[in-house]
């Protein structure tokens, strides 16, 4: 099955620094990269997301970059504000129909003001 | 858009108890819904995934007896947690998603067995 590695478990940034988390998978038949915000005590929230035909892709702060040949993809956040502070999720999709995924370790940033 | 509720946010029952999760998608219809359990501090751990009006595929090592998912429609998922001990205490996520990829997640429901 799909394993998926993420680096680093903790970040802390000073306000207005760049933030960037990597993550590694190991299946290379999966195709979709999604990346999650979770803050305390709520459910994951899509922030971004990335397919495997797409090398990059941005919204505003937040940028997805994927290397498919060497299995990895980064969340890139610029500009951090204090409102960033939270766990972030990286997920690689998997099975039959490509529609269930496999979450990395998280990653705990903390933006200090 | 794509919005979904779970219900209830936080609930404690009595070990030996059964307990009902009801998760829903709002504004769409979600072909698949999922469920995980997250314990403090650590990444989701996919328990169970549902199509609705067919059997929930489970996850290696959980116990289909004890969490009895029914998806009777493409708007409601439920998880029944049977029996339940202080070991199934954790916080119990759902998700939706139509037939693309993306999964949209509940805001979760924070389970203690006493």
């Known amino acids: 099955g799909e394993n998926v590695e993420q680096h680093p478990s903790t970040l802390s940034v000073q306000e207005g620094d760049s933030a960037v988390i990597k993550c590694t998978y190991s299946d290379s038949a999966s195709n979709y990269f999604p990346w999650y915000k979770q803050e305390l005590g709520k459910g994951p929230q899509l922030i971004i997301d990335i397919r495997s035909n797409v090398g990059e892709k941005k919204d505003q702060r937040i940028a997805v970059t994927l290397n498919k040949t060497a299995k990895h993809f980064s969340l890139h956040i610029t500009e951090t504000q204090p409102e960033d502070s939270a766990v972030y999720f990286c997920a690689a999709s998997y099975g039959n129909a490509g529609n269930m995924l496999t979450f990395g370790g998280g990653t705990r940033l903390m933006v200090k003001p | 858009g794509a919005v979904v509720s779970q219900h209830p946010s936080r609930v404690i029952c009595k070990s030996g108890t059964s307990v009902k999760i009801e998760c829903r998608s709002l504004?769409?219809?979600?072909?698949?819904m999922f469920w995980y359990r997250q314990f403090p501090k650590k990444s989701l751990m996919l328990m169970a995934t549902?199509?609705?009006?067919?059997?929930?595929?489970?996850e290696q090592g959980v116990e289909k007896d004890k969490f009895l998912i029914n998806h009777a429609s493409l708007t409601l998922s439920t998880l029944t947690v049977t029996s339940a001990h202080p070991e199934d205490s954790s916080f119990y996520i759902c998700?939706?998603?139509?037939?693309?990829?993306?999964?949209?997640f509940g805001p979760g429901t924070r389970l203690t067995v006493t």
């Open positions: 504004d769409f219809q979600a072909t698949t």
């Open positions: 549902s199509n609705e009006g067919s059997k929930a595929t489970y």
């Open positions: 998700s939706a998603s139509l037939q693309t990829y993306e999964q949209y």
